[in-house]
Structures are given as structure tokens and as C-alpha cells.
């Protein structure tokens, strides 16, 4: 665990300077907004789309690593990067999310998801919410309300061709309700309009849909779990709202383990205007890292860089028995650098694994005692072994080999006796 905590460590370092000198421009020059246009330009593309909620991240692991998450996809924050992880997720989780964010704006969320085999499901919804208050030219305040909006989401998916040497490929929908409510506003005489805030309000109907990966590369630790995984998302593709478009994209991603506690994940996106692609604006990257420093706590880091729109996370994940508490930090580098930007907070319930880990155990327990009957002489009882750790699991690959090598062995000595009794 010393190498991971090395590791961060080293990370922090790296990304931490960049604080100091956003801080040094800000107070000598301007505000972090200008410096970020003169290092990164200005995307002229950018607020012409609807629906902001969808761009904020729901909370947990994926919010601390600045949203290189895709290709991670391993606990229920996947619900926002990649509808393919249900179907890979070890354990089903229960969570509840708090985003505390940008002035006064708030995000509630919630999530749950689960896995049966080869199938995986989930359900989540987000609610971003605001308070407005308008006021005439004589300073009285004539309006007020909440402005909101809400995203309600639906996940499925299945990992197909998965076994003992390959994790299979991942495929996953999400289907998406989105609804922005506006209150009602007043006329140049203070005086409301029923019905205003209705006017402006809006609702669409999304899909989500994303592919992932898991396998073995440069792998210098010994363990059953691959090291690295691959994902390929589109996100937000469906109608437009009131003419506007929805912030749809296209992500690949990437993340590898080079050695046990350590995780580095990319994600690379491409945003993609549905109703003129010359407006689409500016494609952008998110790099994370993730460390578990103890068997129960985990530190991760992450930046995401976007023209007019970066911001630096770091969070940790605190493992209590079946309840895993996430806290991030982000620095959203928008407008003048702030002693705090933004905090938000997770709990997740582990539910349990419906069995799997005790299955997967009794399999591994028959295979080597098929094993053990096979060195003995005992093939009948070898492949009574076998065939029953194929019953529990029909993907179990050293068991299809070993029966194919018994089989093998048997028609061999078949093929002798036989040729032996013909010589006689």
C-alpha cells in the first residue's frame, strides 16, 4: 500500500501547482477565466446546448477522477459515463448523492444497481435545483422560486462471450427523461405572468449507449482481475428541447493498472450538435488516478481539461464494513479562485453479491479436486469434478480443457487396446 500512497502523492504534486498559479494570475492580472483563455482559447461553441444537468457528474468515484471514469465503470457513479457497467459491476450498490455547487445551486441524487449473471440493471435519478429571485428597477423583489432540473434513468446491459480467460464485452443502454422548470416571471410593470415560467420550461427524451472491455496488458502483480479495460459511449443522443440541442457526445476511454493499488484512467470526447454539427464545440480529456492506500481507504485525483471549462478534483472513498462514504473536492476554474469551489458527498451500500463470490469459490474448489482425482488414476471421479464445476459455471474454460484432455486420453488408450488386441 506504500507504493500507491507514493504514487498519489506523486500525482498531487503535479496537479496542486496548478492552484498556486491560477491564484498568483488571479490576484495580479484578472480571474482564472482569463488565464484559462489564454492557455486553452475560447470555444465559441459552448452554452448552446440544454440541459447542464447532464454534464455534472452524479457523484462518487467518477466525480474525483474528473470524469475519466468510462472505462472504469466500477462502482454505481457509472450510471453517468457508461450504461455498459452494470453487467461488469462486482456487487449491488445502493447510493445517495449530495453536490453542494456552483453559489446556491444544489444536486440531490440517487442510485441503484444490480447484477444477475451475465445481466446487469440499474435506476437513477438527479435533481439540480436553485434559487431565483427577480427584482424590479426600484430594487423590490416582485418573483421568487426555485429554477430546476431532473434527470431520470433507466440502465441495462449484458456482457456477452464472458469466461474464465476473457471478461467479456459489455453492451449498455440508458434511457433518459431530462425536464428543466422555470418559475414564472413579470412583465416591464413587476407585474407576473401565469404561465411564464411554463413557457420556458422543457422536457426530452435521451439514450445512452456504451461498450466495455476488460482485459490483461503489462501486468506486473498476479491476480484473476484484468488490469486494464477499454469503452467506446455516446451520451444524450435524442430530440431537441424548445430548439435547443442536447449535449451530446462521443467518448473512448481508457484505464490501466500497472501495478495492484494503483488505477490511471483517460477519457477523451468529442461533443457532437445534433441540429448543426459546425457547432459542436471543442473536444476535451479528462485524466484520473486512484490509489488505495489501505485496505479501507482509497485516494484518487483527476483534471479535466476543456477550453474556458477545466477543473481539478481530488476525493478519497472510505470503506466502513458494507458502507463506502465518497467525498470530492473540485475546483471548477470559472471564475475567480475561491478557498472552497465545490463539495460533494456519497454513500453507497454494498448489498451483497447475490452469490457470486461463493460460487466462483466452489467452482475453483471442484476443478482442482477433479485435478487432484485426475493425478491419483481416478478418472471417473475426475470428471464427475469437472462436469459439475460446468454445471455452476458452463464458461469455466480450465474445466472444458481438462475434460477435452481426459477425452483425449481415454480415446488414446481405446485406440491402443484395441491394437493391441488384434495383434493377438
Known amino acids: 500500500m506504500r507504493t500507491g500512497a507514493a504514487v498519489f502523492l506523486t500525482v498531487l504534486l503535479v496537479f496542486f501547482p496548478l492552484f498556486s498559479v491560477h491564484a498568483e494570475f488571479s490576484d495580479d492580472y484578472g480571474n482564472v477565466t482569463d488565464y484559462l483563455h489564454l492557455i486553452y482559447g475560447i ?31 466500477n462502482d454505481v457513479s457509472f450510471i453517468d459515463f457508461n450504461p455498459a457497467g452494470s453487467s461488469m459491476l462486482e456487487r449491488t450498490e445502493l447510493a445517495f448523492f449530495h453536490n453542494n455547487w456552483i453559489a446556491d445551486t444544489k444536486i440531490e441524487g440517487a ?14 435519478m438527479k435533481w439540480l435545483y436553485m434559487p431565483f429571485t427577480e427584482y424590479n428597477i426600484y430594487g423590490e423583489r416582485v418573483s421568487n422560486g426555485y429554477y430546476s432540473e431532473g434527470v431520470a434513468t433507466l440502465n441495462a446491459s449484458y456482457n456477452f462471450f464472458s469466461g474464465y480467460y476473457f471478461s467479456g464485452v459489455s453492451v449498455g443502454i440508458n434511457v433518459k427523461g431530462a425536464f428543466r422548470l422555470m418559475p414564472d416571471y413579470t412583465d416591464d410593470f413587476s407585474n407576473i405572468l401565469g404561465g411564464s415560467g411554463l413557457s420556458q420550461s422543457a422536457a426530452s427524451v435521451m439514450a445512452d449507449i456504451g461498450f466495455l472491455t476488460r482485459f490483461n496488458m503489462l501486468k506486473a502483480f498476479n491476480s484473476r482481475e484484468k488490469n486494464a479495460s477499454a469503452a467506446i459511449v455516446m451520451r444524450n443522443f435524442g430530440l431537441p428541447a424548445l430548439d435547443e440541442p442536447l449535449p451530446s457526445s462521443v467518448s473512448a476511454a481508457f484505464s490501466w493498472r500497472p501495478i495492484r493499488p494503483v488505477t490511471i484512467a483517460l477519457d477523451f470526447t468529442l461533443p457532437v450538435n445534433l441540429m448543426d454539427i459546425s457547432l459542436s464545440e471543442m473536444p476535451y480529456a479528462a485524466l484520473g488516478i486512484s490509489a488505495n492506500i489501505t485496505r479501507f481507504l482509497s485516494m484518487r485525483a483527476g483534471f479535466l481539461y476543456k477550453a474556458g471549462s477545466s477543473r481539478i478534483s481530488v476525493g478519497s472513498a472510505v470503506q466502513l464494513n458494507n458502507i463506502s462514504v465518497d467525498i470530492n473536492y473540485t475546483l471548477d476554474l470559472l471564475t475567480q479562485l475561491q478557498p472552497l469551489n465545490r463539495v460533494s458527498l456519497g454513500v453507497r451500500f454494498d448489498m451483497g453479491d447475490r ?36 454445471r455452476l459455471n458452463p464458461r469455466y474454460e480450465p474445466a472444458l480443457e481438462s475434460l477435452a484432455m481426459l477425452n483425449d486420453r481415454e480415446e488414446l488408450i481405446q485406440n491402443v487396446d484395441e491394437l493391441y488386441r488384434l495383434d493377438f
Not at 111 to 124: E, L, P, S, V, W
Not at 375 to 386: E, V, Y
Open 43 to 73: 470555444d465559441n461553441n459552448a452554452g448552446l446546448t440544454v440541459f447542464p444537468i447532464l454534464n455534472i457528474p452524479i457523484g462518487g468515484g467518477a466525480e474525483s477522477m474528473a470524469g475519466a471514469f468510462s472505462a472504469i465503470s
Open 111 to 124: 442510485a441503484y444497481a444490480a447484477r444477475f449473471g451475465n445481466f446487469g440493471f440499474a435506476a437513477g
Open 355 to 390: 452469490g457470486r463470490r461463493e460460487l466462483s469459490s466452489r467452482v475453483d474448489e471442484l476443478y482442482l479436486l477433479g485435478l487432484e482425482a485426475f493425478s491419483h488414476g481416478n478418472w471417473a471421479d475426475a470428471r464427475l469434478c469437472w462436469n459439475e464445476a460446468l
